[in-house]
């Protein structure tokens, strides 16, 4: 192992958007034993901070392969196309449409029943984007256009977490 390989080369997966989480895991788990400062601490205190480094490196590479959002921005990434999401917000039209259309629903809903509808149209959006995405990484290989996908999934998301509070604002 080196500090340098990326996530899927300290992982031992391949570097896919499709991951089997399992997969993933259970590799965390073997990592994280062979890692473990306890395992060091008849080496003194040097060998347990840097066995402390690798349990931190591998923790940080768990959270971004198992999250799809983070996993595709860091796939892009690696191939030059970074989201730049605080910076880059630009979407196509018929996207920023879709999201002002969900806003006005979700300020107009009144019960439970509206909002199940609108949270099922968020999910099936959500699904799209994630099979969007495994597509524009792993079939086509357009690291722009999956950064693009990466920024609207983010957006969707956040309305989703949105939706969520409002099912909160309705149940008290």
């Not at 062979?34 to 080496?43: G, T, V």
């Amino acid at each position: 192992m080196n500090l340098n390989d990326t996530d899927f080369q300290l992982f031992a997966v391949p570097a896919t958007f499709a991951q089997d989480r399992a997969a993933l895991d259970a590799r965390w788990k073997e990592l994280q034993r062979e890692a473990h400062p306890d395992r060091f601490a008849a080496q003194g205190a040097a060998a347990q901070r840097v066995a402390m480094q690798w349990s931190v490196r591998i923790n940080e590479a768990y959270q971004r392969l198992k999250d799809p959002i983070r996993r595709a921005s860091y796939i892009c990434e690696l191939h030059g196309a970074p989201l730049n999401a605080e910076n880059n917000t630009a979407m196509p039209p018929e996207f920023l449409m879709q999201q002002m259309e969900w806003r006005e629903a979700l300020d107009d809903v009144e019960d439970a029943a509206s909002l199940e509808k609108l949270q099922a149209e968020v999910e099936a959006a959500r699904a799209r984007a994630l099979s969007s995405l495994d597509w524009l990484i792993d079939e086509k290989g357009d690291y722009p256009a999956a950064a693009q996908q990466v920024r609207a999934l983010m957006f969707i998301e956040r309305f989703g977490q949105d939706v969520e509070a409002k099912f909160d604002q309705l149940g008290q």
